[in-house]
């Protein structure tokens, strides 16, 4: 970016929102189903319906409204967003405007500069989705009315955000909080999670915001960091060319990497909301609340201060157990059977999450128990095998979910600490190998290695590899001092 | 013809076998076969209902039936009855059927009442003399060269001609009262919420209410008791319990009436205003306290109405697209065209006009001084009311400041047309509920209703009074 300007980013994010039913009917809100199987009267829009709010939607974006530090408003009001297209049936999405549920909160971020910045979350309303046009078969548009009524909280930042890097951050962490509130998968490629962006320009220093585009369609992480960059620089370009932005709605095209105008100003809908007259008030009481609250579980960043205080991590490795709460939960259950907390982090982070990455799965359907590592973990720890045996037994564990205990006991591969027997060893291999001996005591001190692999390789790897080396130094310094 | 005082004595009749349920069908659909020219029904179930009567006779012979066992009642075509057509007198829903059934229709059914068929209305239940509908006028059986009122027109008429023993018919802002006025019957609007709208096709929903219409109070109550009470499927009803209002209405009650003076100054009918004024002398010669009240903020009703009312309706009529069901233009070849020829072509000049009016008052800049101003005036006319029930028990006025006016008179003059819902308007802005009494006639026969308007949810008071009336008042 040209030093001279700065950005002012602001991200609306929409969440689906994991209720079984849709927001204002029974219908279920399973996803893949047979196109138009979703659906009953009310999410038809046929005449005379109409709408019963699903608490569970209240109760959910209430959640994240606590989670972000928001005020909860005790009455909130659904209002009508009026304009016409073929997969919205009624002609209006009833969403909330001037009454949301969550105001006035905020969210913490940390930048790659380690700078920790917080950003405003101007308001989070509850809304029902569209259905799905499908525009690809030929001359017509196909209408799927599925997703009709299925319930979205919509999460709108302050424009407070700088960078791509920002909002892409503050993107990841509100996809973090809905996954522990279990509220929403943040599945983005899916759509369970869908991110506008309203983007101005202006010179660093200056009060006034410049004129803002609004963004659209950037379905993936990547894409909303690329589009913003662009939008950025477009506008810079725009600006040093002596050229004005004007206000309008780009479309994203993730393949050409290029935004394009959707709608200008003049063409923007004017959406006439009122209050829905079909739906009461929403009214939040203090012992609701009080119950909701304590429901809520342990946020990330608590989570991970926790981490580093009581299981005395680096903030790095907790920063990475806590990133998902299936995967702290792992890590909390494998130090409930060990108490070695860094190698269970180590594990973890090492081995466990780049099988996980290369299977592409989640944690919960990871095929090593909790116990089991912690068991592994153990066996290192008590020297009753080495590293290198618990690396060996690990494809093994994983194919079955077998307790390397008894993989050690069937395969014999208990380590070797017996002083005696490593002495024998030593002793043969340093007698059958006197021109390494020589080397050795010329000064060249790097055959260590070659006779420690041979140890290694003679007792089958279950040496105890601090007693071998100890031994070998022993008999070499007494061959030098002869 | 075996006649009947209401549908208690009906059924009486039917169990000691003075009356067949069969011929009584039989009778009221050679009848509204007779009296087509009128143009009350849209749809008129023959193939269903002799063979419903068959059973619920047999049920009214065995002692296990419902409460309206055998009352034929028509439906105004609002209302959603499943597999059958609901078209709200429109060429936008002329093919449509509803896939499911209203819940105020279920309940009817459940209590062994007879569904004879739905009945023409203003399109989308907009207008005040039945002229809207796509499929024709209503003619009024008391003269057929006036309308009928509306926009429940053909309810009222089913009634008054004798065609069924009562209806069902929808009141946004006078759409009971004021027909019933016209026709010369029993007309009865509820408190909003009091019964469930789902399944009522909206017009204006903080609006709407579902009530009917009668020869007599006795019939009215049990249909109220039947149709009233929560409804999980609109959360707007009230889980309010509900009287035994067919029992209870024979019970003693003396009211303190209140006559509204904004509701006698200019633009009432002279003899709509002495037929009032002389039934207020009967009142007080059957020792009914009555005095004057006000309603000070009566002038803003009607504005307050048009704006509150063509605002929803623009909104609750926007899934009239012709995208997904219903009439679609045949010649667009892009969808804002699909959009503006299927509208244009299939909904009537009044429900545009609304829609218009509602679209521009909801639009960005002109929202707070229309629609938000109107919210306000809103509540105080509700404040109004609220403070005149301190005073008094119930409010007297006259229905309609005319009788049943001529066809085509007011059909060029919207604003005139409005007018003649400037009584009944501030009952559905207040939310209250309202009775049409057939109380008098005019030198031509033509008949004069009285309104009277009670507390919300107090249909009883309402009710009682109405019976005391019919039993002592009105020559028979
Ligand atoms: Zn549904």
Redesign the pocket.
């Known amino acids: 970016m040209d030093a001279k300007y700065e950005a002012v980013i602001g991200l609306e994010v929409h969440a689906q929102l994991l209720t079984t039913s849709?927001v204002f009917?029974?219908?279920s809100t399973k996803f893949g189903n047979e196109p138009n199987t979703?659906?009953?009267p009310?999410?038809l829009g046929h005449p005379g319906v109409l709408p019963v709010l699903n608490k569970k939607v209240v109760e959910f974006t209430t959640l994240m409204g606590l989670a972000t530090n928001c005020k909860i408003n005790s009455k909130s009001v659904f209002a009508r967003k009026n304009y016409f297209y073929p997969d919205l049936p009624k002609g209006y999405q009833i969403s909330q405007y001037e009454l949301p549920i969550c105001e006035h909160g905020w969210i913490e971020v940390t930048t790659t500069d380690k700078e920790k910045r917080k950003i405003g979350i101007t308001r989070i309303h509850m809304e029902e989705d569209a259905g799905k046009s499908i525009h690809d078969r030929g001359n017509e548009t196909l209408v799927d009315v599925n997703r009709c009524?299925v319930p979205l909280m919509e999460i709108v930042s302050e424009p407070e955000l700088k960078t791509a890097e920002e909002a892409y951050l503050y993107l990841s962490k509100i996809r973090q909080i809905v996954r522990y509130l279990g509220i929403c998968d943040g599945n983005m490629e899916e759509g369970s999670l869908r991110c506008d962006a309203n983007i101005s320009i202006r010179l660093k220093g200056d009060s006034v915001l410049g004129t803002k585009t609004e963004i659209k369609n950037m379905n993936s992480f990547r894409n909303v960091e690329r589009a913003i960059n662009y939008e950025i620089e477009r506008q810079i370009d725009l600006v040093e060319n002596n050229e004005r932005v004007v206000q309008e709605t780009l479309l994203w095209n993730a393949d050409l990497n290029e935004a394009f105008s959707m709608r200008s100003k003049e063409e923007a809908h004017d959406y006439r909301y009122f209050p829905d007259p079909d739906l009461m008030p929403v009214f939040v009481d203090d012992i609701w609340l009080k119950n909701i609250s304590a429901s809520l579980p342990e946020l990330p960043d608590i989570k991970k201060e926790r981490f580093v205080r009581q299981y005395l991590l680096p903030v790095y490795d907790a920063e990475i157990l806590t990133q998902s709460k299936p995967i702290a939960d792992y890590y909390e259950k494998v130090v409930s059977y060990t108490d070695d907390f860094k190698s269970a982090s180590n594990w973890i982070m090492g081995d466990v999450l780049k099988i996980l990455n290369e299977e592409k799965k989640e944690i919960p359907n990871f095929s090593i128990s909790p116990e089991f590592l912690a068991e592994l973990i153990n066996l290192i720890k008590s020297g009753a095998i080495s590293g290198k045996i618990a690396k060996d037994i690990f494809p093994e564990m994983l194919a079955g979910n077998i307790s390397p205990a008894a993989i050690v006991k069937k395969k014999n591969l208990l380590q070797v600490s017996d002083v005696k027997v490593i002495e024998k060893t030593v002793d043969e291999i340093l007698s059958s190998h006197p021109q390494e001996v020589e080397e050795y005591l010329s000064g060249k001190e790097k055959v260590i290695g070659f006779f420690i692999g041979r140890i290694m390789k003679q007792t089958a790897g279950k040496a105890n590899p601090q007693i071998a080396n100890k031994i070998l130094h022993e008999k070499l310094n007494s061959l030098k001092n002869n | 013809m075996i006649s009947y005082s209401n549908n208690f004595d009906k059924i009486e009749k039917v169990r000691r076998g003075e009356l067949s349920l069969r011929s009584n069908l039989e009778y009221f659909l050679k009848k509204i076969e007779a009296k087509k020219n009128l143009n009350a029904f849209n749809f008129i179930f023959n193939e269903d209902v002799l063979s419903i009567a068959d059973s619920v006779e047999s049920k009214i012979k065995s002692g296990s039936y419902g409460k309206l066992a055998g009352m034929v009642i028509a439906v105004k075509d609002v209302l959603a009855i499943k597999n059958k057509p609901l078209t709200c007198s429109s060429k936008i829903l002329q093919e449509f059927r509803s896939i499911y059934t209203a819940t105020v229709i279920q309940k009817l059914i459940d209590e062994d009442a007879i569904i004879i068929g739905k009945t023409n209305c203003d399109e989308f239940a907009m207008g005040s003399s039945n002229e809207n509908s796509a499929f024709g006028n209503v003619l009024n059986p008391v003269d057929e060269s006036r309308v009928p009122g509306g926009s429940s027109g053909g309810s009222a008429v089913a009634v008054a001609g004798g065609l069924c023993d009562a209806s069902l018919g929808t009141d946004t802002g006078g759409s009971i009262r004021q027909p019933a006025s016209f026709c010369g019957v029993f007309g009865l609007k509820p408190t909003y919420g009091r019964v469930s709208r789902f399944g009522l096709t909206a017009f204006a929903s903080s609006f709407d209410s579902i009530g009917a219409f009668t020869n007599n109070v006795t019939d009215v109550a049990a249909i109220l008791e039947v149709i009233s009470g929560k409804d999980e499927n609109d959360s707007t009803s009230s889980n309010k319990d509900v009287p035994a209002y067919s029992k209870e209405i024979n019970n003693h009650f003396s009211p303190v009436v209140g006559i509204p003076k904004e509701y006698f100054s200019e633009g009432l009918s002279v003899e709509v205003k002495n037929a009032i004024e002389n039934f207020i002398e009967q009142l007080k010669e059957n020792n009914i306290t009555v005095k004057e009240i006000s309603l000070p903020n009566t002038e803003y009703t009607i504005a307050a109405y048009y704006i509150l009312t063509t605002a929803e309706a623009s909104s609750n009529l926007a899934r009239y697209d012709g995208a997904r069901y219903g009439y679609r233009s045949q010649d667009s070849s892009t969808l804002l065209q699909m959009y503006n020829n299927s509208r244009s072509e299939a909904l009537g000049s009044e429900v545009k006009r609304r829609i218009m009016l509602g679209t521009y008052v909801l639009s960005s800049g002109y929202y707070d001084a229309y629609y938000r101003k109107a919210q306000k005036a809103r509540r105080i006319i509700k404040n109004d009311f609220d403070e005149a029930f301190t005073q008094v028990d119930l409010i007297l006025t006259p229905t309609s400041p005319t009788v049943a006016f001529k066809i085509g008179e007011k059909s060029s003059d919207p604003l005139e047309m409005y007018l003649s819902d400037i009584y009944t308007t501030s009952a559905n802005l207040a939310g209250i509920p309202g009775i049409n009494i057939p109380a008098a006639k005019d030198k031509d026969g033509l008949p004069i209703g009285i309104q009277l308007l009670s507390p919300q949810f107090a249909e009883l008071n309402l009710l009682k009074f109405s019976y005391f009336i019919e039993k002592n008042l009105l020559n028979k």
Do not use: A, H, L, R
Request: positive net charge.
């Open positions: 849709k009917c029974g219908c979703n659906v009953c009310i999410c009524g």
